[in-house]
């Protein structure tokens, strides 16, 4: 594994490092959630050093760097005030969406006029116009920490992804039945995600301009969608008043019902797969897994009631649970 480069991201504070193997490009994300203004950065710039394979000792320096940044970050807290920079006559038509890059030097417009098009946000001119679409451009999205792609949806039925550096499109995604109204890219990049007024949601592959897979289960459209930290949970809502939250990895495992418990530190979730997990909140990570099966059948509801898990027949302690 070769390092490419490393991406600070600013919250939750953590960093990026882009790596290359096989010739492959991969990304890989250290969390740096217990960062305070208090915190000493040589430390623990030692201490990721150490833990990470990826970063050699000759790298220091440049981890102290980013995490002096991240300090920074958490201790600024001078009120600012905002006034207005410049206006742009953008399309001819009303817009619909904007978004900016991570680091907001660009940013991206669409609208009725069927375009999408790429500004420099302190100059205020044109860069790109993206045109492609055969009706409304609704929906669009860098691929931020990296900023090299824009993803667009449209009321004809299609997503495109294109070269945020020269304005090629790279794929054009057919598959929904609706108007796409949202998309988002997960953290690596490498999975466009696309919801659809046809009431479903669908996967795909960056890369080669595949689909994965299409998430069918609401009953209305899905107007929002994002992925998790790590990629691997993709949360869509709809008008149907419901909020679905999909495995990505195996395309299946609907979640059936998610609570809190009592003191709101910790997570409980069902899936259509058999199982129930545990999360705690602040870390993200699965503190316990459940597996229910009983001829095939969908688990039932769940509950929770201080520390006991009760799924169906089955209750135990969630402190003697383990992954």
Not at 107 to 132: A, H, N, P, Q, V
Not at 299 to 304: K, S
């Amino acid at each position: 594994m070769k390092l490419k480069r490393m991406l600070l991201r600013y919250y939750p504070p953590g960093v990026i490092l882009e790596y290359e193997q096989g010739g492959t490009v991969k990304s890989k994300t250290i969390d740096i959630l217990d960062l305070r203004p208090t915190s000493n950065v040589s430390s623990l710039a030692e201490e990721i050093i150490a833990s990470e394979p990826l970063l050699s000792a000759s790298r220091i320096k440049t981890v102290e760097t980013l995490l002096s940044r991240l300090k920074q970050k958490l201790e600024s807290d001078t009120p600012r005030q905002y006034v207005l920079f410049k206006k742009l006559e953008a399309h001819v038509m009303p817009l619909t969406n904007c978004a900016f890059n991570k680091s907001g030097d660009r940013f991206i417009t669409g609208s009725y006029d069927r375009l999408c098009k790429l500004w420099d946000t302190m100059k205020g001119t044109e860069l790109l116009s993206l045109e492609g679409h055969k009706n409304v451009v609704y929906a669009l999205a860098f691929n931020n920490p990296f900023g090299d792609k824009i993803a667009t949806g449209s009321f004809d039925k299609t997503a495109k992804l294109w070269s945020a550096e020269t304005g090629k499109c790279h794929h054009t995604f057919k598959g929904h039945n609706g108007e796409i109204v949202c998309l988002a890219f997960n953290p690596q990049s490498s999975i466009l995600a696309t919801g659809s007024m046809d009431n479903t949601s669908m996967l795909w592959d960056v890369r080669t301009g595949n689909d994965i897979c299409k998430f069918k289960g609401h009953s209305g459209e899905v107007i929002s969608l994002g992925f998790n930290t790590a990629g691997d949970l993709l949360l869509t809502g709809s008008f149907d008043s419901t909020v679905n939250v999909w495995d990505v990895r195996s395309g299946k495992a609907e979640i059936s019902n998610v609570l809190f418990d009592y003191p709101g530190n910790r997570i409980l979730s069902g899936s259509m797969d058999g199982t129930a997990k545990v999360w705690d909140v602040i870390t993200g990570k699965c503190l316990a897994t459940l597996r229910y099966m009983i001829n095939n059948d969908p688990p039932p509801p769940i509950c929770y009631r201080k520390n006991i898990l009760t799924i169906a027949y089955v209750i135990l302690e969630v402190i003697q649970m383990k992954c």
